[in-house]
Structures are given as C-alpha cells and as structure tokens.
Nanobody
Framework: QVQLVESGGGLVQAGGSLRLSCAAS????????MGWLRQAPGKEREFVAA????????IYADSVKGRFTISLHNTKNTMYQQMNSLKTEDTAVYYC???????????WGQGTQVTVSS
C-alpha cells in the first residue's frame, strides 16, 4: 500500500520561497494524476496544482499561477511544489494527493503546514 508523505512546510516571510516534497512511500504514485491541495483555517480545501503521470501536463489554480511550480522526480516516486513570492494568503495546510484524475484523488498525505508572515 503506497503512502504519501509530505515534507518541507514551515514559516516564511511574505515574498519568500519554500519547496514542498511528497514521497510515495513503498513504491511509485501508481496514479494518472498527482497534485497539491490546501486548506486554510475556516475555509474549504482548495485545489492548488496538478501534474499527470509523465510530468508533461501541469495545471494550476489562478491564485498561484506564475508563482508555484509542480514537478515530478524522474523516478516517479517524489513530487515537488516550488512556491515563490509567497503571500500571507498562501498560509494553509498543504496536502499532496494522487488518483485517476485531479477530480478523483483517492490517496492523501497527512498534510504539512505552511505559514507566511507579513
């Protein structure tokens, strides 16, 4: 059973950068789509970015387009999200996910906290 394990969260000042990692423990993602979602306090979980199994197709929420970059390691067992020009509104728990498509994620990590201070 593949488990998803996130790392890389933390506290950063506005305008700074962080890189999140998601490792597929026990194998590869074995999914067509992988992605990141986030949930801020008092808000619903929202889509951030997704990538297909080959790493060739990516899609981003408008709120992070141009600032975040999703990528796959060539071994296909680790996914990254480079986050630049962070804003206070990016503060949330970030979850990695995998599944048949970005609307059908069925594997989830435990989440990693990202806090952006002003």
């Amino acid at each position: 059973q593949v488990q998803l394990v996130e790392s890389g969260g933390g506290l950063v000042q506005a305008g700074g950068s962080l890189r999140l990692s998601c490792a597929a423990s026990g194998g590869t993602f074995s999914s067509n789509a992988m992605g990141w979602l986030r949930q801020a306090p008092g808000k619903e979980r929202e889509f951030v970015a997704a990538i297909n199994w080959s790493g060739e197709i990516t899609i981003y929420a408008d709120s992070v387009k141009g600032r975040f970059t999703i990528s796959l390691h060539n071994t296909k067992n680790t996914m990254y999200q480079q986050m630049n020009s962070l804003k206070t509104e990016d503060t949330a728990v970030y979850y990695c996910a995998a599944g048949p498509s970005r609307s059908r994620f069925n594997k989830w990590g435990q989440g990693t906290q990202v806090t952006v201070s002003s």
